[in-house]
């Protein structure tokens, strides 16, 4: 298979070298100095899984081809601005690992609607200042139809990333998992930043804890009353959180904790590697778009409003 992968930080290279190294032809579009150390060094992969691999690299959207698909790896600030410089009818189909639910209106937007997957990923890693990518996390990438239907293609594509080592399904409710990742991650989204541990520790604290199921609560009843249905789903359960007493999602919150500890004690969400280097954070995007959702539908949302104001101040801008 022909693809584009736009960006070459951890889910792009991470993409990338396992595609490459599966015998498809890929082309990654990265800029500036992570261009050049690309340039340089190649695609370097370590963790869960071990690759170097070459590619073409572009820098300049304009001379890229076409290709049967292209994933968008960037962040979500980046999003809209990077697909407005892409060629629009060069790709059969297109999907973004970004974290939220508003990058697929954007995608179609420049795209439409029938090139578009919807896609979620349950797969991490860190780029690391030496520009070697530690795969940490190789949970499962969800694509599915924005109809909610399970097609040809977007079997194809999952079994094509799956046989490269990236475990992968074609799912027929993808705005389903989606939204359930959406409503949990702002809450990891949220205790990374301001706790700057680990996940597993500080969803095993009991006060941090407390506060990722009030944020859970919030954004479910965002996602309920966009009549959008939520279900348990690694890393966080949300649908059992959302229903729970307070302390009774405490207490699961806690015991995915425990779990990460052992399982994954290293992981560390992207929001907290790009505070520490001094970048931009994910807010306006998630955090924002949740909270303009809930005024929208007159959802009251004190923590979110909260953390709003807390993370907005962060990062570089």
Request: hydrophobic residues 40%; proline residues 3%; charged residues 20%.
């Amino acid at each position: 298979m022909k693809v584009t992968v736009v960006g070459a930080g951890a889910l792009g290279t991470i993409l990338a070298t396992h595609l490459i190294q599966a015998g498809h032809s890929v082309t990654v579009l990265a800029r500036g100095n992570r261009g050049v150390q690309v340039q340089r060094n190649g695609l370097v992969v370590c963790g869960l899984s071990t690759l170097s691999e070459s590619c073409k690299i572009v820098s300049d959207p304009g001379f890229l081809g076409s290709a049967e698909l292209l994933i968008m790896t960037v962040k979500t600030y980046d999003n809209e601005a990077v697909i407005d410089t892409l060629p629009p009818h060069r790709f059969d189909t297109v999907f973004s690992v970004a974290n939220g639910v508003l990058k697929n209106a954007q995608l179609i937007r420049r795209f439409g609607a029938d090139t578009v997957l919807g896609c979620m990923a349950n797969t991490s890693g860190e780029l690391l200042a030496n520009g070697v990518v530690h795969f940490t996390r190789n949970v499962c990438l969800h694509l599915g139809e924005l109809n909610g239907t399970i097609s040809q293609r977007s079997r194809m594509i999952a079994a094509t990333i799956n046989q490269s080592g990236i475990k992968t399904q074609s799912e027929p409710n993808i705005q389903v998992i989606e939204w359930s990742k959406f409503v949990g991650w702002t809450a990891l989204l949220v205790l990374s930043v301001i706790t700057r541990c680990t996940t597993g520790r500080f969803l095993a604290d009991p006060g941090h804890a407390a506060l990722a199921t009030s944020i859970v609560k919030e954004m479910a009843a965002i996602a309920h009353a966009n009549n959008i249905q939520i279900v348990d789903q690694s890393p966080l359960p949300v649908a059992s959180i959302a229903s729970a007493t307070q302390d009774r999602g405490r207490e699961i919150v806690m015991r995915v904790g425990n779990e990460l500890c052992v399982s994954a004690p290293d992981h560390r969400m992207s929001s907290l590697q790009d505070l520490e280097r001094g970048k931009p954070l994910e807010v306006e995007e998630t955090l924002g778009f949740a909270l303009t959702e809930a005024r929208r539908l007159g959802i009251k949302t004190p923590c979110l409003v909260e953390f709003y104001k807390k993370l907005s101040g962060l990062g570089v801008e």
